[in-house]
């Protein structure tokens, strides 16, 4: 079964800001929403980490020192997010969500996860990175679409959850890349044989354009209501 979009708005500072608060609200908030999410064993694992994150914190794993080199060559150590954390971090954030947050689950939800890997592929085949409209930052969105965005952990290690972030400042940076992608047309040499140019991808098909232009509609409302996207792929 293919992961659906889930896609919100809320606050990354917001966010962190409850992060060893002690917040004995929103740790009530949080562990309602949770226990619609998870079953036993995962429950009680993930009141005990929701538990450390608002009572003590933990941190970013944008903060944490690299992971050093063992001097032996043995293996590195990394910090994995399983769906346990998945669901945490999703419960408080739904936990902390004002009134006018937006809510975009039910539209976004219509589309599976491997609708990102599709336009990827369409707009490699139709070569939108020699556009000269295609920063070097989207192929870090993509893949943050395509793979997730870990608050805590070095990478995710989950089966059938996971999510991406993106802030504000990001929605602003994307939204009219998308928007060059969704009206790029690839122009193809005048000489090439018609059967050749036949089977070459020169734009987005109309998937693919739906799926961009559904992106773009929402990462826009977002981006002006001055939020920032959570995406809970589940």
Excluded at 43 to 49: E, I, P
Excluded at 116 to 126: D, I, Q, T
Aim: glycine share 8%.
């Amino acid at each position: 079964m293919s992961l659906r979009m889930n896609l919100y708005g809320w606050s990354i500072d917001s966010f962190t800001q409850v992060l060893g608060s002690k917040n004995a609200a929103v740790l009530e908030a949080a562990t309602a929403r949770l226990s619609e999410c998870l079953n036993e064993p995962n429950l009680s694992k993930g009141k005990a980490w929701l538990a450390t994150l608002i009572e003590t914190g933990f941190p970013l794993g944008g903060d944490r020192q690299p992971a050093p080199e063992p001097a032996g060559g043995g293996l590195l150590t990394v910090q994995m997010e399983t769906e346990v954390h998945v669901f945490v971090i999703h419960s408080i954030a739904r936990a902390i969500a004002h009134d006018d947050y937006l809510d975009l689950a039910g539209e976004s939800s219509n589309w599976k996860h491997p609708a990102v890997g599709s336009l990827y592929n369409e707009l490699a085949a139709c070569e939108f990175k020699h556009s000269g409209k295609c920063p070097v930052e989207y192929f870090t969105w993509m893949w943050k679409l395509s793979n997730g965005s870990p608050i805590f952990g070095d990478d995710f290690r989950t089966e059938w959850s996971f999510y991406s972030l993106f802030t504000k400042q990001e929605l602003a940076a994307i939204v009219p890349v998308f928007q060059a992608a969704e009206q790029f047309k690839r122009s193809l040499a005048d000489n090439l044989p018609e059967d050749y140019r036949a089977k070459l991808r020169t734009s987005l098909s109309d998937g693919g354009k739906q799926f961009i232009g559904d992106l773009i509609k929402w990462f826009s409302a977002i981006q002006r209501s001055g939020q920032d996207a959570f995406i809970l792929w589940r």
